[in-house]
């Protein structure tokens, strides 16, 4: 039974207490925040800080090569290059990595606090990265966009097509 209020939807099984929020099934544990509606400013301010904090090339391959597990810095690197041969979409600066680009992408991401590093204090002074609880969290909420990413391959092939024309149009 569907029990309609302003903000989302609930409804009872044998499962217990499911939330429907924007066409998204969201489990008991998760509730969407009351005061946030997708046509709010407020969730227009929320994916413009989410945007600020993700901002850089490379920001994406380091959270996902250290959801993996946590890395060493040269792990991290050699990790990255060898699975960036390129991602099909033009305007990418660089295809490959590079040692002061990783070093000031970690810095970024040590300070939006996603990333936090342990240096050892034995020689060979080495330096583990791993990500943040609240970035464990983010990737996990990022899941939605993946899947939706995969249901529409099609329409995200098309719009990579388009834009390697537009770019090799205006060379």
Known sequence: MLNRSTTRWKCRNAA?????????WWPRQRRPLES???????????IIDVR???????????????????AQYT?????????????GWPG???????DGTLNRTLRRLE???????FK????????????TEPAGELL???????????????????VKERRRAEDGEDS
């Open 16 to 24: 217990g207490p499911e939330w429907i929020f924007s066409g998204c």
């Open 36 to 46: 946030v509606r997708p046509y709010g400013g407020k969730y227009l301010q929320h």
């Open 52 to 70: 600020h904090l993700l901002a850089g090339e490379w920001v994406w391959d380091v959270l996902v090569t250290l959801n993996r597990s946590p």
């Open 75 to 87: 792990e991290l690197l050699a990790t990255i290059q060898g699975c960036s041969g390129g991602d």
């Open 92 to 98: 990418r600066q660089h295809r490959r990595l590079r």
């Open 111 to 117: 300070q939006a606090e996603l990333v936090e590093s």
């Open 120 to 131: 050892e204090k034995i020689f060979p002074y080495r330096t583990t990265y791993q990500l």
């Open 140 to 158: 996990e909420s990022a899941l939605p966009l993946v899947l939706w990413a995969g249901r529409h391959g099609a329409l995200v092939s098309r």
